[in-house]
């Protein structure tokens, strides 16, 4: 069984001053995309290197999660260090991820250009930076998720099969 870990990075989401929203718009998509087995792991981190790239060693390491989805974190502001904490962990970064999600955002936000996504490999696991809101989480997802099951067959990780009507995931000819 695939095992995927969700990251919700926001100071106050963290502190409880409100709902996160984003974890679970990307659990949700991921219920409707996914049609092998697989479970889910989640947690609520303060933004921050720390924290954050704390959070990655221990799911990659310790819960050997085959796919983490972050969520926030990846703007200009002060505290968005999603992407240094990423770095800070991954053995391989994958640019083309994040040069895609921001495309594709570009078309309904010009804001998109301020975005700071990313993706990376650790381990056995790949790591992606996903946007905080959930409209743009699900534009990103349908973007991206059709190379994941490639990219996970590829770094040896759990083969996850998808929902074709919801995303068509690629795997070239042999």
């Not at 870990?5 to 974890?23: F, M």
């Not at 994040?98 to 381990?123: D, F, K, N």
């Amino acid at each position: 069984m695939v095992t995927i870990a969700i990251l919700t990075i926001s100071d106050r989401a963290s502190l409880g001053q409100y709902p996160d929203a984003s974890g679970p718009a990307i659990e949700a998509w991921l219920q409707r995309a996914i049609s092998s087995p697989w479970r889910a792991i989640r947690r609520t981190v303060a933004d921050g290197i720390e924290p954050v790239g704390n959070a990655l060693r221990d799911f990659c390491d310790q819960h050997r999660a085959d796919l983490v989805l972050t969520t926030g974190g990846t703007g200009p502001a002060p505290r968005d260090l999603t992407p240094e904490a990423m770095q800070a962990v991954v053995e391989k970064e994958l640019p083309g991820f994040g040069e895609l999600m921001r495309r594709i955002s570009l078309e309904t936000v010009p804001t998109a250009i301020l975005s700071r996504q990313t993706a990376g490999i650790r381990g056995r696991s790949l790591i992606i930076n996903l946007p905080g809101k959930p409209r743009s989480i699900e534009v990103c997802l349908n973007a991206v998720f059709p190379a994941v099951p490639y990219c996970l067959d590829l770094i040896g990780a759990g083969r996850i099969e998808t929902h074709e009507a919801v995303v068509a995931s690629f795997r070239p000819s042999a």
